[in-house]
């Protein structure tokens, strides 16, 4: 079974930075797209951040461009997404997503068939 887990999460202060991590096993082929979702208490789930394999192309929600970065190691089927000047309005559970084949927008809970169990970031 694909099983993705994240790790990095945790408080920090207002204009801080935390680095999440997701590591991907369970499979043999690789994930062709892997991303960052969040979801705020009341709030829908919204996409953060994607990565495809192909080309390394990059996606970012508008509110967290300039601040955050993802990245992936294929080598190691880990995403990783660096979060810079934090701000309180970033609290949320973080969730990694993946799958096989890059199919509609990165930004769709659809898109991706595959989730980690969430990483809880708090910002103050």
């Known amino acids: 079974d694909v099983q993705l887990v994240e790790s990095g999460g945790g408080s920090v202060q207002a204009g801080g930075s935390l680095r999440l991590s997701c590591a991907a096993s369970g499979y043999s082929n690789g994930m062709s797209c892997m991303g960052w979702f969040r979801q705020a208490p009341g709030k829908e789930r919204e996409g953060v951040a994607a990565i495809y394999a192909g080309g390394g192309s990059t996606f970012y929600a508008d509110s967290v461009k300039g601040r955050f970065t993802i990245s992936r190691d294929n080598a190691k089927n880990t995403v990783y997404l660096q979060m810079n000047s934090l701000k309180s309005e970033d609290t949320a559970m973080y969730y990694c997503?993946?799958?096989?084949?890059?199919?509609?927008?990165?930004?769709?809970?659809?898109?991706?068939?595959?989730w980690g169990q969430g990483t809880q970031v708090t910002v103050s």
């Open positions: 997503a993946a799958d096989f084949w890059c199919t509609g927008n990165w930004y769709s809970r659809a898109s991706f068939g595959y």
